[in-house]
């Protein structure tokens, strides 16, 4: 579900619609309208059976071949898979198929993503139509992108080079304040968990111009009338999660949206929702169902990240804290809602190690009053949440409220930072975006406090002698390499002592073979692998002479299982120029 305002029902929006001159009070139940919807063509006849549920078949990404097989020999059909994360989407209308699939060695974890049926008409849906609407006029920067300095940030960089994915109910690419930023080349859309690259699949569905109302606040373009973006020359690409009928982000599109966006190369993800149908994902509950979600998509977000794609996140607005969200009736929302206690029960994309947080204030600098928070620091920077005035799906302005706002905010900050400092990679541009902000001294509501684009584009690009990689990369048993890399953008020269900090979980620690990759591919043996040790984890310092080496790059902690039956990962690691 995307990210609203919880001052008013979820199925409402708090919006103005600024159009050919005309102003609706904020408040009133309205909704502004979206362009036309339809086919470009008669759709064809469907082959989606009625009944047709869909569920995640999870495993070792070096056993997903088994997975895949499973699925065949349980009366269910392949949907979709990615195998860099081992999991599987499948088709079913068999009742047993979660319970004969779970018997399967090498299967890890199975369950439905929806607690409704798979639309009909999900191998072939209808194209969304957007038209362009309105001459734009008189062009203005907002108070939001003031708030963040962004405007005084554009004289070193307006994010040229930089494309931000907006992950969100679609994208009016044909609107005249999006439309020379837009990039199709990397656009699909992702309902039912399959990319659909079709031209115009990526455009903008349901009621609420949700994801085109975010695309603005990310890239409008200047010079050309209406508002200007936050990065006015970084690229969009629309990947539409949401479908049509209800505008619900389920798993399979989530997980969809990521993976399309590490094939298409984009650098920057915003994504304002929850992953439906589920608000809080509860290991035990609906027969493991969410536990399969969690880790589904937690894998994806993770996968971005590593990728080196830095994830932009809204907080959400229930006004809750993370750590002690108490009950809801928000689902499952695709059919029945209850009211559940998700206390300790994770909310996806949010709470994954990939994700940066983004929580709300308004014009004068105060909380948004709905913004998620987190006594335990899961909130990493705030933005403007409160009346944003952005681009609308027909092709006008209008104003929304919620954390929703925010993050596309914090993603154009990402990419000017991307711009300015191109070696920056994925948590590298989140470090950067927190050093550069400031203000609040509160953490559980702000995080770092709200970035000052000024400071994220001048300096270092990281800056120091030191780089940290803390996000967790699993270990698969007795296989390949896995990689964590972190983007050195030095103020002087590695030393002959660098220094290499490794923390491992591992169950058996001599079964690990560490390398450090530089820049120019040179490998440097930390640790070879031993079978006569039997000990847990690996907490080590290894000293490294990197002296021969450039000030800038990434560099790669390399981990390979040498041998069977015992697991784990990487949890962190630093790299240390000085020693």
Known sequence: MFLRSNTRLRRTILAASISFGLVVTPGLAFAAPAGPEGAAAPSAPSSIPT????????????????????????????????????????????????????????????????????????????????????????????????????????????????????????VNDQHKDLAPNFDAAKSASCAYGKADKRAGAWRSV??????????????????????????????????????????LFFPENTVCAFMHAVEVGVQVTNNSYWTDPWYGLCENENDGDLKAIDVAVRRAVDHASNQGIINLVAAGNESKDYSNKGSTSLSPNDSQPKNRNVTGCALMPQEATGSTVVSGIDQQGNRYSGSNYDTNGAVDVTAAAVNVNSTSASGGFQQMTGTSMASPHAAGIAALIKSAFPALKGKDIEKKMKECSGTYTDPKYYGAGLPDATKCVSGGGGGGTNWTNDNDVQITDNNVAVTSSVTANATSAPSATSKVSVNIVHTYRGDLVIDLVAPDGTVYALKPASASDSADNVIATYTVNLSGEGMTGEYKLRVRDAYSFDSGYINSWKLDFVG
């Open 51 to 170: 009944g047709t549920r869909a569920y995640f078949v999870i495993t070792d990404p070096a056993n997903i071949a088994a997975g895949k097989t499973a699925v065949a020999n349980s009366g269910g059909t392949v949907w979709n898979a990615w195998d860099a994360i081992g999991v599987i989407v499948a088709h079913t209308t068999a009742a047993d198929f979660k319970s004969k699939v779970r018997a399967v060695t090498g299967v890890q974890y199975v369950g439905a993503t929806r607690t409704s049926d798979v639309p009909t008409n999900a191998d072939n849906p209808p194209i969304p139509s957007n038209s362009a609407g309105q001459n734009l006029g008189t062009e203005a920067v907002g108070w939001d992108v003031k708030q963040l300095k962004a405007d005084q940030a554009w004289s070193t960089t307006a994010g040229a080079g930089v494309t931000v994915a907006v992950m969100d109910t679609g």
């Open 206 to 247: 349901g009621s609420s111009g949700h994801g085109t109302h975010v695309a603005g606040s990310v890239a409008a373009a200047r010079g050309n009338g209406g508002i200007v973006g936050v990065a006015p020359e970084a690229k969009i690409a629309s990947i539409r999660v949401a479908e049509p009928s209800n505008e």
